[in-house]
C-alpha cells in the first residue's frame, strides 16, 4: 500500500477509535440501565434495542446514496453534527431521571443518526484504495475501531457505576473532538468529481441493486452472522448479569477482550487473508464464531467465558474486513456509497435481529436449558459460513481475493470496483 494510502487509512483508523470508544463508555451498559434503573424486563429491554437498530437501517441506507451524491466527508462529518446534539440530550434526560418516554426518545435518535458515519466512512475508505489493497485497508480500520472497543467499555463499566448520564456526556463530548479531527484532517476524493456533483439521490435504484443476487446472498449472509456478533453487547449481558450475577465490571472486561484480540491480531490476519480466498476466510470466521459463542452458556465463570469472547474475537477480524472488501469489489465506482449502505443497512438489521432475540432467548429459552441460546447461535453461524463459503462459485478471482497474478485475465471477467 502506496504512503500516502496507508497514511489515510490510518486517519480514518483514529477517528473510527475515538467513535468507538465514546459508544463503548455508555451505549453497551444502555440495556442494563433500562433493565436496572428503569426497571424493563430483559425481553422489553431488547425489544427496545432491536428497534433502535432498525431505525440505523433506514439512516444507513440514506447515508451511502447521499455520500455518493454529495461526498463522503459532508456526509460523515454533518451526521456526527446531529449525533453529538442527540447524544447530549440523551445525557442530559438520564441525569434529570425524565419520563422513560423520553429517554427512548433520545435514544432512538441517538442510533439512528449513529449510523450516518460508517457507510460515508467506508466508501472514502473504497475511493482510495485498490481491491488488492481493500483487505488490508479495512484491517486498519477495524484496528481504530477495537482499539476504542477495547478501551471504551472498560473505562464505562466503571464509570456506570457512578453516573450513566456523565458516561453519555463523555461520549458525546468525543464525538465533537473527533468531528474537529476529521474536519481538519481529510480530503474527499469523491467530492471534486463533476459527475458526483450533478447527480440526484435515487432511493428506489438503491432498493432496486439488491436484484444484484451477488450483493444480496452477502447481505443475507451478513444478517445472520451480525445477529450473532450482537450476542456480545446484549446476550452475553443478560446472560452474565441476570443469571451469573456478575458485577458491571466483568461484563465490561469481556467487551475489552474482544476489542484486544482485534488490536493485537488484525494486521496479521489481514495479511493472511490477503494470501487466501474472501469467502474460505469467511467460513472459518463463522466457524470460530460458533464455536465461541456456542460454548459460552456452558461455564458460569469468569475465565472459560473470556475464553469463548476470544475465539469470537478472532471469529470477528476474519469476517469483519472481509464482508466490506466483498460488497466493496462488487461494486462500481459510481455504486459504492450506496451498496456499502446496503450492506450497513443489513448489517444494522442483524444487529436489530440479534439484540431482540437476546432478550427472547434469555426469557424463554435460557430459564429451561442455560446454554439453549448459545447452541442456538452457534448454528446460525455455522449456517453464515456455509453460505459465505458458497460465494465463491459467483465471484471472479478477483472479486474473491484469489491472486492469480501469473495467468492473464481478461477485463470483461471481472467487475471493477
Known amino acids: 500500500m502506496h504512503a500516502v494510502t496507508r497514511k489515510g487509512m490510518w486517519l480514518v483508523a483514529v477517528a473510527n477509535g475515538l467513535l468507538l470508544f465514546g459508544y463503548g463508555l455508555s451505549l453497551p451498559f444502555f440495556t442494563i440501565y433500562l433493565i436496572t434503573r428503569q426497571h424493563l424486563p430483559p425481553a422489553m429491554a431488547g425489544l427496545v434495542v432491536a428497534l433502535a437498530g432498525l431505525s440505523r437501517c433506514v439512516s444507513s441506507a440514506i447515508s451511502g446514496e447521499l455520500a455518493d451524491a454529495f461526498g463522503r466527508k459532508n456526509v460523515m462529518l454533518w451526521g456526527m453534527c446531529s449525533q453529538i446534539v442527540a447524544m447530549f440530550a440523551l445525557g442530559l434526560c438520564i441525569e434529570l431521571n425524565v419520563q422513560t418516554g ?184 463463522c466457524i470460530l464464531y460458533a464455536i465461541g459463542f456456542g460454548s459460552v452458556g456452558f461455564f458460569g465463570s469468569f475465565a472459560p467465558i473470556a475464553l469463548g469472547v476470544f475465539l469470537a474475537g478472532v471469529g470477528e477480524l476474519i469476517v469483519a474486513p472481509g464482508e466490506q472488501t466483498l460488497v466493496s469489489n462488487i461494486a462500481s465506482r459510481e455504486t459504492r456509497g450506496r451498496y456499502l449502505g446496503l450492506l450497513m443497512v443489513f448489517y444494522n438489521f442483524g444487529s436489530a435481529l440479534g439484540f431482540f432475540t437476546a432478550g427472547v432467548l434469555g426469557d424463554y429459552v435460557a430459564p429451561h436449558y442455560l446454554p439453549g441460546p448459545w447452541l442456538i447461535i452457534g448454528a446460525v453461524a455455522v449456517l453464515a459460513g456455509v453460505g459465505f463459503w458458497r460465494m465463491r462459485y459467483s465471484l471472479s478471482n478477483e472479486e474473491d481475493g484469489k491472486q492469480t497474478a501469473p495467468i492473464p485475465i481478461k477485463k470483461d471477467t471481472i467487475t471493477l470496483s
Not at 472498560?154 to 465533537?176: I, N, P
Not at 445477529?227 to 446484549?234: G, I, P
Request: charged fraction near 15%; proline fraction near 3%.
Open 102 to 285: 423520553w429517554v427512548l426518545t433520545c435514544y432512538f435518535l441517538t442510533t439512528f443518526l449513529g449510523a450516518f458515519f460508517r457507510p460515508a466512512a467506508n466508501a472514502w475508505v473504497t475511493d482510495h484504495t485498490t481491491p488488492k489493497e481493500r483487505v488490508e485497508a479495512f484491517g486498519m480500520i477495524r484496528i481504530g475501531l477495537n482499539i476504542g472497543w477495547a478501551l471504551g467499555p472498560a473505562v464505562g463499566g466503571f464509570l456506570v457505576r457512578y453516573s450513566y448520564s456523565v458516561a453519555f456526556f463523555l461520549t458525546a463530548l468525543l464525538y465533537a473532538i473527533t468531528n474537529l479531527y476529521l474536519g481538519r484532517l481529510i480530503r474527499d476524493r469523491h467530492s471534486v468529481r463533476k459527475t458526483t456533483r450533478r447527480r440526484k439521490p435515487s432511493f428506489a435504484a438503491m432498493v432496486g441493486a439488491l436484484s444484484d443476487t451477488r450483493l444480496a446472498r452477502i447481505c443475507l449472509y451478513v444478517v445472520m452472522i451480525t445477529a450473532v456478533n450482537s450476542q456480545l453487547v446484549v446476550g452475553l449481558s443478560i446472560h452474565c448479569k441476570q443469571y451469573l450475577q456478575m458485577p458491571e465490571y466483568f461484563i465490561g472486561w469481556f467487551f475489552t477482550i474482544n476489542g484486544l484480540v482485534v488490536v493485537l491480531l488484525q494486521y496479521t490476519a489481514s495479511k493472511v487473508m490477503a494470501k487466501m480466498r474472501l469467502s474460505t476466510a469467511m467460513f472459518w470466521g
